[in-house]
C-alpha cells in the first residue's frame, strides 16, 4: 500500500522489495497493486515498477477491490510498508493501510508490515502515541472531483494494530509476535545494535 519500492526508498524497496527478492528466487507467482488513493501513488509509481520489472501477472485494482480479490481469487500474503513502527508493534502507514489489515483478517490472509530499520521507534509505546496529520480538504476535493462545497476528513495516516500484523520484515530480520499478539521491537532493535557494536569493535 502505497508505493513501496525504489522510486520511494531509493534502493530495494520495502514491500515491493520482498516480491522483488521473491521474484529473484523464481517464487513469485503473482502480484497485485492497490491504487492507493488519493494520490494514486500505486497506480502511478508501484504500478510502473511492476511492468518494469516484469513482475509475473503483475495486477492493479482500485482500493476497494482488496478484498473481492482476496474471496474470488484468494491471496498467499498481503504486505505493506510502514512509515512508523511502536515499541509494541503498532504501525502507521498511508490511509486505507488499517482497512486493509481488516480484509486481510477477514479471510485469512497473513498481512506483513515491511520497513526499514529506521522507522522502528522504542520511544513510541503504542499507536495512541502518533500524531496524525490530516491534510487539508483541498486535496481530497481536487482529486475526486467532489463538489467543492462538501466537508471533508482527509487523514494522510492511520495506525493498524500490532494483533493485526503477522510480521515485521526489515533488512535486519523479521521480527515475530509474542503469543498476545503484540512485538518487542526494542528487544529487536537492541539484538541488532549489539551486533552492530561487537562487529565494529572486532
Same mark, same amino acid.
Given at each position: 500500500?502505497?508505493?513501496?519500492?525504489?522510486?520511494?526508498?531509493?534502493?530495494?524497496?520495502?514491500?515491493?522489495?520482498?516480491?522483488?527478492?521473491?521474484?529473484?528466487?523464481?517464487?513469485?507467482? &503473482?502480484?497485485?497493486?492497490?491504487?492507493?488513493?488519493? +494520490?494514486?501513488?500505486? &497506480?502511478?509509481?508501484? %504500478?510502473?515498477?511492476?511492468?518494469?520489472?516484469?513482475?509475473?501477472?503483475?495486477?492493479?485494482?482500485? $482500493? &476497494?477491490?482488496?478484498?473481492?480479490?482476496? #474471496?474470488?481469487?484468494? @491471496?498467499? %500474503?498481503?504486505?505493506?510498508?510502514?512509515?512508523?513502527?511502536?515499541?509494541?508493534? $503498532?504501525?502507521?502507514?498511508?490511509?486505507?493501510? +488499517?482497512?486493509?489489515? =481488516?480484509? %486481510?483478517? @477477514?479471510?485469512?490472509?497473513?498481512? +506483513?508490515? /515491511?520497513?526499514?530499520?529506521?522507522?522502528?521507534?522504542?520511544?513510541?509505546?503504542?499507536?495512541?502515541?502518533?500524531? =496524525?496529520?490530516?491534510?487539508?480538504?483541498?486535496?481530497?476535493?481536487?482529486? &475526486?472531483?467532489?463538489? #467543492?462545497?462538501?466537508?471533508?476528513?482527509?487523514? /494522510?495516516?492511520? *495506525?493498524?494494530?500490532?494483533?493485526?500484523? /503477522?510480521?515485521? =520484515?526489515?533488512?535486519?530480520?523479521?521480527?515475530?509476535?509474542? @503469543?498476545?499478539?503484540?512485538?518487542?521491537?526494542? /528487544?529487536? *532493535?537492541?539484538?541488532?545494535?549489539?551486533?552492530? $557494536?561487537?562487529?565494529?569493535?572486532?
Amino acid at each position: 500500500f502505497c508505493n513501496t519500492g525504489s522510486l520511494a526508498t531509493a534502493g530495494f524497496g520495502t514491500a515491493l522489495g520482498v516480491a522483488r527478492a521473491l521474484q529473484r528466487k523464481n517464487k513469485l507467482k &503473482s502480484i497485485t497493486a492497490l491504487e492507493t488513493r488519493p +494520490y494514486n501513488q500505486g &497506480s502511478r509509481l508501484t %504500478a510502473f515498477e511492476i511492468v518494469e520489472e516484469k513482475m509475473p501477472n503483475g495486477t492493479l485494482i482500485c $482500493d &476497494s477491490a482488496a478484498g473481492a480479490l482476496m #474471496k474470488t481469487k484468494g @491471496a498467499d %500474503a498481503c504486505v505493506v510498508g510502514a512509515d512508523r513502527v511502536c515499541a509494541n508493534g $503498532d504501525t502507521a502507514n498511508k490511509i486505507g493501510t +488499517y482497512n486493509l489489515s =481488516i480484509v %486481510a483478517a @477477514a479471510h485469512g490472509v497473513p498481512f +506483513y508490515v /515491511a520497513s526499514p530499520f529506521t522507522t522502528l521507534d522504542t520511544k513510541l509505546g503504542s499507536g495512541d502515541e502518533i500524531e =496524525i496529520e490530516e491534510r487539508p480538504a483541498k486535496e481530497l476535493i481536487e482529486t &475526486s472531483s467532489a463538489p #467543492k462545497e462538501i466537508a471533508c476528513w482527509n487523514p /494522510a495516516f492511520d *495506525v493498524t494494530p500490532a494483533k493485526n500484523i /503477522a510480521g515485521i =520484515i526489515t533488512e535486519k530480520g523479521v521480527i515475530k509476535p509474542k @503469543a498476545d499478539g503484540t512485538f518487542d521491537i526494542a /528487544a529487536f *532493535v537492541n539484538e541488532c545494535n549489539s551486533k552492530t $557494536d561487537n562487529a565494529n569493535s572486532s
